[in-house]
């Protein structure tokens, strides 16, 4: 992935910045929301809002004179979240979504996420990759592809 194309920090208040990458090898994009620490009920949330299809984005920007349009959110074809697990905060009811004509892909890292996001993480249409699974999140994790 590039540097960050576009910045921005206006989209929600739980959202300090959104960051969009554009891979320099494929028509690939990665926007990444960093979110306000205590508003991480809305950060999993989204996610799990997004991984169950239920959440729909369009992002739009303008580089160098071109639009730059694609889908996002519950139409990306991979789903991540990085971050604390917080359920041990806080309960989220499951999301229900639909299968949809699309599939989705997550990637959950967080600290004993298989436990905490099993319950509520969607199955219509979603699959898990990778989940870390270790007490601390510490587990260091590589992989090159998610197919």
Excluded: W
Excluded at 19 to 38: I, M, N, P, Q
Excluded at 62 to 78: L, Q, Y
């Amino acid at each position: 992935m590039e540097n960050c194309l576009v910045r921005a920090a206006d989209r929600k208040i739980a959202i300090l910045e959104r960051c969009v990458f554009k891979s320099s090898k494929d028509d690939v994009y990665l926007v990444a929301d960093a979110y306000e620490g205590s508003q991480i009920k809305m950060a999993v949330t989204d996610f799990l809002s997004a991984a169950a299809g239920v959440a729909k984005e369009t992002v739009s920007f303008k580089i160098r004179s071109e639009e730059v349009s694609f889908a996002a959110a519950g139409d990306a074809d991979v789903i991540v979240y990085v971050g604390h697990d917080a359920f041990m905060d806080f309960q989220i009811p499951p999301i229900a979504g639909t299968r949809g004509d699309k599939s989705r892909r997550t990637i959950i890292l967080a600290c004993a996420s298989k436990a905490f996001f099993g319950p509520v993480h969607p199955a219509n249409g979603c699959r898990t990759h990778v989940v870390d699974d270790g007490p601390d999140g510490s587990r260091g994790l590589h992989f090159e592809s998610c197919s």
